[in-house]
């Protein structure tokens, strides 16, 4: 299983944008799927988006019109493009091979 290691993550103001990256260390070309996810402190994880290995998205209803999954598969890197930045948007982001190996996270802090 590829190793997965994210980047990006930081203090913002709200309605600012972030940019996560998820770097794997082999190729992600024929990995079905793969996502991201966050956990705030005190609440259970939640799923935020997904990306399937034909590029079809999924984004979660409290993300969605502001979050965007992509994938590089040449850099065999996931990303994760945040923009209007809300203070419920503050969680530790982690990528993760969907039913496969996962990061050690990111933390996103959105200031109100």
């Known amino acids: 299983q590829v190793q997965l290691v994210e980047s990006g993550g930081g203090l913002v103001q709200a309605g600012g944008s972030l940019r996560l990256s998820c770097a794997a260390d082999g190729s992600i070309r024929d990995i079905n799927a793969m996502a991201w996810y966050r956990q705030a402190p005190g609440k259970e994880r939640e799923l935020v988006a997904t990306i399937e290995r034909l590029g079809k998205t999924n984004v979660a209803d409290a993300v969605k019109g502001r979050f965007t999954i992509s994938k590089d598969i040449h850099k065999n890197t996931l990303y994760l493009q945040m923009n209007s930045l809300k203070p419920e948007d503050t969680a530790i982001y982690y990528c993760?091979?969907?039913?496969?190996?996962r990061g050690q996270g990111t933390q996103v802090t959105v200031s109100s």
């Open positions: 993760a091979v969907v039913r496969g190996s």
